[in-house]
């Protein structure tokens, strides 16, 4: 079966004094699992779901494994030069290195067809990443009147540098499996690879924000100017030459946003927001991979109304954000599929959420949304009007928390996820309800408080298909599991 195996020792450090805010945290962390592959790319000529395998079933053989290990540093600080100035830094960097990848399709997952026979596979590989960023900025304080600014300025900078495997060989097949018996391991798996770059980018971006106050009325009016370069390396190891491919972009996206408060349990909000993801590659799921992804657009609007009665706080929200698409298109002659940006991904949804108190040992929270996601102008609108990828059109959530004494919590929780589309809806992913049951105790350790807590994830052991956001991703459904965790409070 699974293992995991995992350390980490981490440090915060706080330093306030009457003008300034000083906060350091550094960390470092080491975690393995083994045999812990559960994710599927279902053939492109499937018409139907395989068999849902039993949750207890093993997927994984001798050599699977994701061994990583990094550290991390952040600082920050605050500084008030006066009533009417402030000043902030902010510095951080993380260090991700993926030692080993000893998985199907090289970290993609198992390739399935509709029977449920499993292509069982492995190749080596690891992807160290390093992130880096700064940001500089100040807030001035001021009164126009009756009105109240709190304006930000920031300049921002951040890097990400990411390397890929080489030198690790083909695919290999090491065996034969279907999702009923599982994997029966024939070969043993491939270990020796190097890295080389395979993607940097640098984002520089400002920021300008005014928060402005009036009686019952708060107005957000701001704007982000993003500047990134993104370079995609691809390799011919024939001839020994390399091809950096770019990807530069650049755009103003503005934020504004109104929150009204009729009464002092009221608060009726919309706003609107845009924003950029970097260029990024396409991942090893796809037929080609290492090909550089322009820069995806997000824009939201949202509009809610926030309730508090008593200990409890409903939230009612409707939302339509409209993104950059990207799909899987099928290629004669090719197994995987290839990765394309096409048309938008419009969400349009409501969320009803409640959190808080029903009465002094009884806490609740939860929420039911309705989502209604199409693609949209997609080229020559092959795909218009089909669900996106992976989004189900009813989910919810509701826990019941009870404490019968200070020292005692019990929890219990029901998560619903309707039916689903993969292969722009040629396949639909049946929808399931699971239950989770858990409890936690207070107590010390000498003078040191703690936490024991033992938790029951898909209770009734129920089993079932994932859908991911991936074209024709699916995952098994992980089985009745216990975790029991002890928290020290120094």
């Known amino acids: 079966g699974t293992q995991i195996d995992g350390q980490g020792i981490f440090a915060n450090i706080d330093h306030k004094s009457e003008n300034t805010s000083d906060n350091l945290f550094i960390g470092y962390r080491n975690f393995h699992i083994e045999r812990g592959a559960r994710w599927f790319i279902l053939d492109k000529n499937a018409t139907k779901l395989p068999p849902v395998p039993d949750g207890s079933t093993d997927f994984g053989y001798d050599g699977m494994i994701k061994a990583t290990h990094g550290w991390l540093a952040v600082y920050n600080h605050e500084q008030k030069f006066n009533e009417h100035w402030d000043g902030f830094f902010n510095f951080g960097m993380q260090r991700n290195d993926l030692d080993q ?12 067809d509709e029977n ?16 880096y960023y700064w940001q500089l900025g100040t807030v001035a304080h001021y009164n126009t009147g009756a009105l109240q600014h709190d304006v930000t300025l920031s300049y921002n900078q951040a890097w990400r540098n990411r390397k890929s495997a080489y030198n690790n060989g083909k695919v290999v097949t090491v065996g034969t499996g279907d999702v009923i018996s599982g994997i029966h391991q024939t070969t043993a798996v491939p270990t ?31 704007v982000h100017r993003h500047e990134a370069k993104s370079r995609g390396y691809t390799y011919d190891d024939k001839l020994g030459t390399v091809k950096i491919l770019p990807s530069d972009y650049e755009a103003t996206s503005p934020t504004y946003g109104l929150i009204y408060h ?64 990207l799909i899987g298109v099928p290629k004669d002659g090719y197994k995987k599929l290839f990765q394309y940006k096409d048309g938008e991904a419009r969400h349009k949804g409501v969320e009803l959420a409640v959190n808080g108190k029903l009465t002094d040992k009884w806490n609740i929270f939860g929420g039911i949304s309705y989502l209604n996601a199409k693609q949209e102008k997609t080229e020559k609108g092959q795909y218009d009007g089909k669900r996106v990828n992976g989004t189900s059109e009813w989910s919810g959530v509701l826990g019941l928390e009870y404490n019968p004494n200070e020292q005692w919590s019990i929890l219990g929780r029901a998560i619903y996820t309707g039916r689903t589309p993969i292969k722009n809806e040629d396949i639909w992913v049946g929808g399931y309800t699971i239950f989770d049951l858990g409890a936690t105790y207070k107590t010390h350790f000498g003078k040191t408080p703690a936490e024991l807590s033992l938790m029951c994830n898909n209770l009734f052991d129920k089993d079932y298909w994932m859908a991911s956001r991936g074209a024709n991703w699916i995952y098994a459904s992980l089985p009745r599991t216990f975790t029991f965790t002890a928290k020290l409070h120094f």
């Open 116 to 131: 449920g026979v499993i292509n069982v596979t492995a190749k080596p590989g690891g992807t160290p990443q390093e992130y």
């Open 192 to 222: 020796e690879f190097d890295t080389r770059w395979n993607n940097k980018t640098r984002v520089k971006s400002y920021s300008l924000v005014d928060y402005m106050t009036y009686d019952k009325w708060n107005v957000v009016l701001g």
């Open 262 to 325: 009729p009464n002092i349990n009221t608060s009726i909000y919309a706003s609107h927001s845009e924003n950029f993801d970097a260029g990024s590659t396409v991942n090893t799921a796809y037929q080609n991979y290492g090909d550089p992804l322009p820069a995806l657009k997000t824009k939201q609007n949202e509009i809610g109304v926030k309730y508090q009665q008593n200990d409890l706080l409903w939230t009612l929200a409707y939302y339509d954000i409209k993104q950059d698409n």
């Open 101 to 112: 990848n000893v998985m199907p399709n090289g970290g993609s997952g198992f390739d399935i």
